[in-house]
């Protein structure tokens, strides 16, 4: 079978994998401790900018599990980026070539953060995503309050997404504890380097 044909079929199951990856690792990925809270490098939940999921469905995937796995459609997260005016730019023009994601709960609120890993002009762009607790817990009190003060949203993160740039595409990323401080750290490396 030529490899085009091949890719048609997988790309489809390839997509929905991911997505089940990133919805089963979300509710169950927060242990642990983050520095970025004492960096000051994320915004308090009080403060951050509402995101927004798109209208349109960009990933089809309602009906399509088994008994086991009941799937729902994919939208677009629609947010601003905080960070390098180059590298936020190619972010927001989609110039970024998307290549990594990892879990962790960076900034210490109970809720998984997501962090993404892009290529573009030959260096890396890491983004932080902080979890929006208001999408696990809508009925809570503070929930509410944000409801009330017009704060309020359903998406799973938060905006901005704070943007950092990396000395190599980040093709392989991962969280972890890597220096021993109780915190999460992220790392990151290219396919075929030699360095982390």
């Known amino acids: ?7 048609r079929i997988l790309q489809p199951r390839l997509i929905a994998l991911t997505a089940i990856v990133i919805l089963c690792l979300l ?9 970025s809270k004492s960096r000051g490098q994320v915004t308090n939940q009080k403060n951050a900018e ?4 798109s209208k349109s469905i960009s990933v089809h995937a309602a009906g399509r599990g088994n008994p086991t796995i009941n799937l729902s459609d994919g939208y677009d997260l629609i947010t601003s980026y ?4 180059d590298l936020r730019a190619a972010l927001e023009k989609n110039q970024a070539q998307p290549l990594s994601l990892a ?11 997501l962090v993404s890993g892009y290529s573009y002009n030959g260096q890396g762009i890491i983004t932080l995503l902080r979890g ?3 999408s696990i817990y809508p009925n809570a009190p503070e929930a ?14 938060l905006s901005p997404a704070q943007v950092f740039d990396a000395a190599v595409a980040a093709d ?7 220096d021993g401080d109780s915190h999460w750290d992220v790392v990151a490396a290219q396919r075929g380097g030699q360095f982390l």
Not at 27 to 35: E, K, R, T
């Open 82 to 85: 905080a960070g390098p005016e």
């Open 103 to 113: 879990s962790a709960d960076f900034d210490e609120d109970g809720v998984p953060d």
């Open 132 to 134: 929006n607790v208001d």
């Open 27 to 35: 509710p169950f990925v927060v242990s642990g401790l983050a520095g």
């Open 1 to 7: 079978m030529p490899t085009r044909a091949r890719w």
């Open 172 to 178: 392989f990323i991962g969280a972890g504890d890597f």
């Open 50 to 53: 509402p995101a927004q999921l």
């Open 144 to 157: 509410q309050q944000r409801k009330a003060d017009g704060a309020f949203t359903e998406a799973p993160f």
